[in-house]
């Protein structure tokens, strides 16, 4: 009879220990992944810094006006008429008392006829019951006429003195209104605009010339809304001639206007030429140069700005913990590239330029040692 002899295995393991060994050795890192106590490491972020340092800023901006008279008049005449004669044109210079232009006086002569007869009419009147009146006045006193007499004579010279002085007062006007048929210059000046001819019906006030008065000269600009001077410094503009920028003069802002054209979105700005070179004249084209005052600024790049919500942001590393975090700017302006801060950021910040568009709060970040 035969017995077989069972032999252990070689390793010396059970075999059911050889089938849970493999699983148990699997759990184990397993379990060393679900443990809440070992955190995951966040890489850090490389990205380009500058250390933001304030700087002195001023800008300049220089734009093309045209050379106008401090005053100006609108002439006109003070009645309605045909015109007869035009003695002016645009471009002339004239002087106080100089003929402009005429208008038919045929009408005006009429009335000033008609009222010297009318005041011939009352004086020859008032001449009457002034002989009247004094002849009744001598018959009261010896006795001859009756009272009722008396007074009616001295009624009649008083409506005589009244029918006289209203006779002068229609003369007067009426001599008034033929010399309006002329139009005279009141103040020595350039004619810059006309709007009569020969032949032409004119209106009581309907401006028919343009006076530039001679003196004192502006530079008129029209500025940009976008592009205003802002505060110039001490209101001080340098000023040449476009045609010959030799001829130069200093002037000052005098006058802004405080409404922006609808339809050009300028604003009016007029400064006034300190003793402006004769070659100055009315209507020559101008370049006006004017600088801001001096103000301290924080630039950063373009590329810097980002966003928090609606509002402008920037991303700053902390120096003690290389990590980042976004802060809200107030943006005082723009240039070519760059972007100034107003409100926001403090001399000495680091600012990130550069890789900032992928970065999340409390993110940690490198820059590098050769970077400002």
Same mark, same amino acid.
């Given at each position: 009879?035969?017995?077989?002899?069972?032999?252990?295995?070689?390793?010396?393991?059970?075999?059911?220990?050889?089938?849970?060994?493999?699983?148990?050795?699997?759990?184990?890192?397993?379990?060393?992944?679900?443990?809440?106590?070992?955190?995951?490491?966040?890489?850090?972020?490389?990205?380009?810094?500058?250390?933001?340092?304030?700087?002195?800023?001023?800008?300049?901006?220089? &734009?093309?006006?045209?050379?106008?008279?401090?005053?100006?008049?609108? &002439?006109?005449?003070?009645?309605?008429?045909?015109?007869?004669?035009? &003695?002016?044109?645009?471009?002339?210079?004239?002087?106080?008392?100089?003929?402009?232009?005429?208008?038919?006086?045929?009408?005006?002569?009429?009335?000033?006829?008609?009222?010297?007869?009318?005041?011939?009419?009352?004086?020859?009147?008032?001449?009457?019951?002034?002989?009247?009146?004094?002849? #009744?006045?001598?018959?009261?006193?010896?006795?001859?006429?009756?009272?009722?007499?008396?007074?009616?004579?001295?009624? #009649?010279?008083?409506?005589?003195?009244?029918?006289?002085?209203?006779?002068?007062?229609?003369?007067?006007?009426?001599?008034?209104?033929?010399?309006?048929?002329?139009?005279?210059?009141?103040?020595?000046?350039?004619?810059?605009?006309?709007?009569?001819?020969?032949?032409?019906?004119?209106?009581?006030?309907?401006?028919?010339?343009?006076?530039?008065?001679?003196?004192?000269?502006?530079?008129?600009?029209?500025?940009?809304?976008?592009?205003?001077?802002?505060?110039?410094?001490?209101?001080?503009?340098?000023?040449?001639?476009?045609?010959?920028?030799?001829?130069?003069?200093?002037?000052?802002?005098?006058?802004?206007?405080?409404?922006?054209?609808?339809?050009?979105?300028?604003?009016?700005?007029?400064?006034?030429?300190?003793?402006?070179?004769?070659?100055?004249?009315?209507?020559?084209?101008?370049?006006?140069?004017?600088?801001?005052?001096?103000?301290?600024?924080?630039?950063?790049?373009?590329?810097?700005?980002?966003?928090?919500?609606?509002?402008?942001?920037?991303?700053?590393?902390?120096?003690?913990?290389?990590?980042?975090?976004?802060?809200?700017?107030?943006?005082?302006?723009?240039?070519?590239?760059?972007?100034?801060?107003?409100?926001?950021?403090?001399?000495?910040?680091?600012?990130?330029?550069?890789?900032?568009? &992928?970065?999340?709060?409390? #993110?940690?970040?490198?820059?590098?040692?050769?970077?400002?």
């Amino acid at each position: 009879m035969h017995h077989s002899i069972r032999r252990p295995p070689a390793s010396g393991i059970p075999r059911f220990m050889r089938a849970v060994l493999p699983l148990a050795l699997l759990a184990a890192p397993l379990a060393a992944c679900n443990d809440g106590s070992v955190a995951p490491v966040e890489r850090a972020a490389l990205v380009h810094t500058e250390l933001v340092l304030p700087r002195d800023r001023q800008t300049f901006l220089t &734009l093309t006006g045209e050379v106008a008279a401090r005053f100006r008049a609108d &002439l006109s005449f003070r009645i309605s008429g045909r015109v007869l004669e035009r &003695l002016v044109d645009v471009g002339a210079h004239v002087h106080a008392g100089d003929l402009l232009a005429r208008v038919d006086p045929a009408e005006q002569q009429a009335d000033f006829a008609a009222a010297t007869a009318a005041v011939a009419a009352a004086g020859a009147q008032l001449r009457v019951a002034q002989a009247t009146f004094d002849r #009744q006045s001598q018959l009261l006193s010896n006795g001859f006429t009756t009272r009722v007499a008396y007074d009616q004579s001295q009624e #009649q010279l008083r409506t005589a003195q009244s029918t006289l002085e209203s006779a002068n007062a229609e003369l007067g006007r009426t001599r008034e209104a033929l010399g309006d048929t002329e139009l005279h210059a009141r103040a020595e000046g350039v004619i810059t605009a006309r709007s009569l001819e020969v032949g032409q019906v004119v209106q009581a006030a309907q401006s028919v010339f343009t006076l530039a008065q001679d003196g004192e000269r502006d530079a008129a600009f029209d500025v940009p809304e976008s592009m205003f001077f802002g505060d110039v410094e001490h209101g001080r503009v340098s000023l040449a001639l476009v045609s010959d920028s030799g001829v130069s003069a200093v002037g000052y802002v005098r006058e802004i206007s405080p409404a922006v054209d609808p339809k050009s979105s300028t604003v009016r700005v007029k400064v006034a030429i300190q003793n402006p070179p004769a070659t100055m004249t009315l209507g020559s084209a101008i370049a006006g140069t004017a600088g801001t005052k001096p103000a301290t600024e924080i630039t950063v790049p373009w590329t810097a700005l980002m966003a928090a919500g609606s509002k402008p942001a920037v991303w700053i590393v902390d120096p003690k913990t290389s990590t980042a975090s976004l802060k809200a700017v107030t943006v005082g302006g723009y240039e070519a590239g760059a972007v100034m801060i107003k409100q926001g950021l403090e001399p000495g910040d680091r600012v990130v330029i550069d890789g900032g568009k &992928l970065l999340s709060s409390g #993110q940690p970040v490198t820059y590098g040692e050769d970077q400002s």
